[in-house]
């Protein structure tokens, strides 16, 4: 049955998280039929030193700007 898994950056607020998976569950057993004892939700958090967009590290000070680089000719 559905197997959903989200990677992202620490969540620290535990509320959060479970309304996260709360409506991810909700939504995949309203719009796949799926029985809500068959649904898993996984998340996977990393630290920002092993995440990257646009080859930027997303512990770099700049990450907002030099992860939304289109080319490597843009801020390096």
């Given at each position: 049955?559905?197997?959903?898994?989200?990677?992202t950056w620490?969540?620290?607020?535990?509320?959060?998280?479970?309304?996260?998976?709360?409506?991810?569950?909700?939504?995949?057993?309203?719009?796949?039929?799926?029985?809500?004892?068959?649904i898993s939700?996984?998340?996977?958090?990393?630290?920002?030193?092993?995440?990257?967009?646009?080859?930027?590290?997303?512990?770099?000070?700049?990450?907002?700007?030099?992860?939304?680089?289109?080319?490597?000719?843009?801020?390096?």
């Open positions: 049955m559905p197997f959903v898994q989200i990677t620490k969540l620290s607020d535990e509320h959060k998280v479970k309304k996260l998976v709360e409506e991810i569950t909700h939504s995949i057993h309203l719009h796949c039929g799926a029985p809500l004892d068959k939700v996984v998340i996977s958090e990393l630290t920002p030193d092993r995440w990257s967009d646009a080859g930027i590290l997303g512990n770099d000070k700049d990450f907002p700007i030099k992860s939304r680089r289109k080319s490597y000719e843009e801020g390096q």
